[in-house]
């Protein structure tokens, strides 16, 4: 978002008054954002099979060693990273759910003491699509009533949360979590070993679940329970994304989920419970008053409303009947973001990207492929679409992550005498192409327009096809457009690993968006995922990174995250790692 370099690497939830990054809150049913792009990433669809690529590749970029993080404020009592290939790695016992500092909208750090009290008010469009704590949906309000066993911090390390204290064996296929003791589920009952195995099982259920908890959790071949406070997951292959796993996967209360007002409530063991849910309309959350974690959260309520349109959200934080307004416009929430009044929050989560159909003609054509990735003005997107608040990139990881290369990500800018040179080597004249957006994301209408002037230089008509939501989804998840889409990647703060699995448009076996596979793409993933050693999984994302660039079936165009606006009142509401917004530690000065 931000152009500058320096602000490239934080990876959590920032405050400021003009952002590194921007995007629509993820994955809402009847949502108005990326979260509609998200949904299409992660629903299930049949395998089609890819054609087969017609021409040599054009060589990409050269590589360079991908960039470090910036460095971060070390976590309390952190765990040693699973990626590290030392024996029996453990936590210590105490800390909560990590933080981060909070800045004004001047850069500055919030001072002063949280203030116990207060209802905070808080618009979101869209209602949740169900009540659910295993529907993964990004920043909406679905993980507020939530913890996990534990949750990444800002350096993508895994921080204690339920799980207080944890051992991993040295090849990463056996992890020993100690629970905390004494957590209440909002009903009064006791977390035990015996929910979190009903959890993992529970979670491997397609109707219950998405597709990343439900392959993930079959992972773990034997789960033990040697006692109350014991839980030992064992798997039959190194699983060096295990704490991605973690940080996706909610617990929830199994007696609510099995029993007959499984539709109607949602409990967990988090700082707030669900006290109200009238659909379509409104959400309120209560302080669950014996919370794990002593002394929080501050806030006695939460009122969300569920908004339509919103332009008219981002009217209500202005007029002073709301709090915060959870991804507004991005032309809103640039101009909001530099009034002293208010904050902009960003979440690092998604890529936005361009897909193309490789089941027909003519994207089923690598060349044209490429030429596209050529003629994609992604500094007009960046400045235009985005309002000068994200960064341009050439490849699917974010910042933050292992598989990140600075230069690899400059892979691809506009140039159009090397598309028109590509074009002509496809031998094909009078191309006309769809590319298929959805009403509900005003981002991808302007990505569109901006490719549909650059594509007409080199001979290329495209036609905009903008559809509701759910025909969207049906579109790009079921392969019947015809040419190239707008859509945006999921899981992209997690392992490229985690990425390619779980996001519809990266997925390695063909049932991706695009309907691309290719052997060599399945081997490099498949060697990627059970790698242990991060130096050589790394060695592996390079050539995968190699392979995306040079088979253009995904596009990435941009680094864009969630965000939001608060009124300047508002306090330490923390980003996750996985894309959603924590009320934990928020409170109103």
């Given at each position: 978002?931000?152009?500058?370099?320096a602000?490239?690497?934080a990876?959590?939830a920032?405050?400021?008054?003009?952002p590194r990054?921007?995007?629509?809150?993820a994955?809402?049913?009847?949502?108005?954002?990326?979260?509609v792009?998200l949904?299409?990433a992660?629903a299930?669809?049949p395998?089609v099979?890819s054609a087969?690529?017609?021409?040599a590749?054009a060589?990409p970029?050269?590589?360079a060693k991908?960039?470090?993080?910036a460095?971060t404020?070390?976590p309390a009592a952190a765990?040693?990273?699973?990626d590290a290939?030392?024996?029996a790695?453990s936590?210590?016992a105490?800390?909560?759910a990590?933080?981060?500092?909070v800045?004004t909208a001047?850069?500055?750090?919030?001072?002063?003491?949280?203030?116990?009290?207060?209802t905070l008010?808080?618009?979101?469009?869209?209602d949740?699509p169900r009540i659910?704590g295993?529907l993964?949906t990004?920043?909406?309000?679905?993980w507020i009533?939530?913890?996990r066993?534990?949750?990444y911090?800002?350096?993508l390390?895994?921080?204690?949360m339920l799980a207080?204290s944890?051992e991993?064996?040295?090849d990463?296929?056996?992890?020993k979590?100690n629970?905390?003791?004494?957590v209440?589920?909002?009903?009064?009952?006791?977390?035990?070993?015996?929910?979190v195995k009903w959890?993992?099982i529970w979670v491997?259920?397609?109707?219950?679940?998405?597709?990343a908890?439900?392959?993930?959790?079959?992972w773990w071949?034997?789960?033990?329970?040697?006692d109350?406070?014991t839980?030992?997951?064992?798997?039959?292959?190194?699983?060096?994304?295990?704490?991605d796993?973690f940080e996706?996967f909610n617990i929830?209360?199994?007696?609510t989920?099995?029993?007959?007002?499984?539709?109607t409530k949602?409990?967990?063991?988090?700082?707030?419970a669900?006290?109200?849910w009238?659909q379509g309309?409104?959400?309120?959350?209560?302080?669950?008053?014996n919370?794990?974690d002593?002394?929080?959260p501050?806030l006695d309520e939460?009122?969300?409303t569920?908004?339509?349109?919103?332009?008219?959200m981002a009217?209500?934080i202005e007029?002073?009947?709301?709090d915060?307004?959870?991804?507004?416009?991005v032309g809103?929430?640039?101009?909001l973001?530099d009034?002293?009044k208010?904050?902009?929050?960003t979440?690092?989560s998604?890529?936005?990207?361009?897909g193309?159909?490789t089941?027909?003609?003519p994207?089923?054509n690598?060349?044209?492929?490429?030429?596209?990735?050529?003629?994609i003005?992604?500094?007009r997107?960046a400045?235009v679409?985005f309002?000068?608040?994200?960064?341009?990139t050439s490849i699917?990881?974010i910042?933050?992550?292992d598989g990140?290369d600075?230069e690899?990500a400059?892979?691809?800018?506009?140039n159009?005498?090397?598309s028109?040179a590509?074009f002509?080597?496809?031998?094909?004249?009078?191309?006309?192409?769809?590319?298929?957006?959805?009403?509900a994301?005003n981002?991808?209408l302007?990505?569109?327009?901006?490719l549909?002037?650059?594509?007409?230089?080199?001979?290329i008509?495209l036609?905009?096809k903008?559809?509701e939501?759910?025909a969207y989804?049906?579109?790009i998840n079921?392969?019947?457009y015809?040419?190239?889409?707008v859509?945006?990647?999921a899981y992209?703060?997690m392992?490229p690993?985690?990425?390619i699995?779980?996001?519809?448009?990266?997925d390695?076996?063909?049932n991706?968006?695009s309907?691309?596979t290719s052997e060599?793409y399945?081997?490099?993933?498949?060697?990627a995922?059970i790698e242990?050693?991060l130096?050589k999984?790394?060695a592996l994302?390079a050539?995968i990174?190699?392979?995306i660039?040079?088979?253009s079936f995904?596009?990435?165009?941009a680094s864009?995250p969630?965000?939001?606006?608060?009124r300047a009142?508002?306090q330490?509401?923390?980003?996750?790692?996985h894309g959603?917004?924590?009320y934990n530690e928020?409170w109103?000065e």
């Open positions: 978002m931000d152009v500058n370099p602000n490239r690497s990876p959590n920032t405050t400021t008054s003009r990054l921007t995007r629509r809150a994955l809402r049913l009847l949502a108005t954002g990326s979260g792009m949904l299409a992660c299930p669809t395998p099979q087969a690529p017609t021409a590749p060589k970029a050269d590589t991908p960039a470090a993080p460095a404020t070390a765990a040693k990273p699973a290939p030392k024996p790695d936590t210590a105490k800390p909560a990590p933080t981060m500092a800045t001047s850069g500055a750090k919030t001072t002063g003491q949280p203030k116990s009290g207060g008010r808080v618009g979101q469009v869209g949740i659910d295993h993964t990004g920043s909406d309000t679905t009533p939530f913890d066993l534990t949750a911090d800002e350096k390390q895994p921080q204690p207080e944890w991993q064996n040295k990463q296929t056996q992890i979590l629970l905390r003791k004494g209440e589920f909002h009903t009064g009952r006791e977390l035990t070993s015996e929910d959890n993992v491997r259920q397609p109707q219950i679940a998405s597709g908890l439900i392959n993930q959790s079959k071949t034997e789960i033990e329970t040697p109350k406070y839980v030992i997951l064992k798997s039959d292959q190194p699983r060096p994304a295990t704490f796993f996706y929830v209360d199994r007696e989920a099995e029993g007959p007002e499984a539709t949602m409990v967990g063991t988090g700082p707030f669900l006290a109200e009238i309309d409104r959400l309120r959350f209560v302080k669950h008053k919370y794990w002593k002394g929080k501050y939460i009122h969300v569920v908004h339509r349109d919103p332009q008219a009217a209500q007029a002073g009947t709301l915060v307004a959870i991804a507004p416009p809103d929430y640039a101009r973001i009034d002293p208010y904050r902009g929050v979440v690092p998604t890529t936005f990207v361009i193309a159909n089941t027909m003609d994207t089923n690598k060349i044209l492929r490429q030429a596209i990735n050529w003629a003005d992604r500094q997107i400045d679409v309002h000068k608040t994200v960064n341009p699917p990881w910042p933050s992550s990140y600075a690899k400059k892979s691809y800018s506009l159009l005498d090397k028109k590509l002509a080597q496809t031998g094909l004249s009078n191309i006309e192409l769809d590319v298929t957006t959805s009403t994301v981002d991808q302007g990505v569109a327009q901006i549909q002037f650059e594509l007409a230089k080199i001979g008509k036609n905009v903008t559809y939501p759910g989804i049906n579109q079921n392969r019947r015809q040419g190239i889409y859509g945006n990647t992209a703060s392992q690993i985690t990425c699995a779980n996001s519809r448009h990266l390695s076996t063909g991706s968006n309907g691309f060599k399945r081997e490099l993933h498949t060697a995922s242990p050693d130096a999984r790394k994302y050539q990174t190699d392979l660039l040079d088979e995904t596009m990435p165009l864009v969630n965000r939001m606006v608060t009142a508002v330490n509401i923390i980003g996750s790692r959603s917004l924590l928020a109103i």
